[in-house]
């Protein structure tokens, strides 16, 4: 089970940090990645991190403004945010795959936790 959170409401340009929290099971050796979905739109990447952190990917709306890190000891994946933007506004989404590397695509993913809202005002 996985569960998201450390979302609110946040200036333009803010920098929150959201976390993932896994319980019932190990995903120390799963990839984990970072989706949102914007009202009325679909759910698409964000950032994906692969078992040992060594690598990441993301969407370029994101690069270099999140940066996507895990701690396997807390079974935690956290998801730093920074500049942040009113585009940004979203229910965000953590997700774990099986595979061994995987990014974007949301049927590679087979857990899912619910999300964690993040409204930015401008």
């Known amino acids: 089970q996985l569960q998201a959170y450390g979302g609110g409401l946040v200036q333009a340009g803010g920098s929150p940090r959201l976390s993932c929290a896994a319980s019932?099971?190990?995903?120390?050796?799963?990839?984990m990645g970072w989706f949102r979905q914007a009202p009325g739109k679909e759910r698409d990447f964000v950032a994906a991190i692969s078992w040992s952190g060594a690598s990441t990917d993301y969407a370029d709306s994101v690069k270099g403004r999140f940066t996507v890190s895990r701690d396997n000891a807390k079974n935690t994946v956290y998801l730093q945010m920074n500049s942040l933007k009113p585009e940004d506004t979203a229910v965000y989404y953590c997700?774990?795959?099986?595979?061994?590397?995987?990014?974007?695509?949301?049927?590679?993913?087979?857990?899912w936790g619910q999300g964690t809202l993040v409204t930015v005002s401008s």
């Open positions: 019932g099971r190990t995903f120390s050796s799963y990839v």
């Open positions: 997700a774990a795959s099986r595979l061994s590397w995987t990014a974007g695509a949301l049927m590679e993913y087979h857990y």
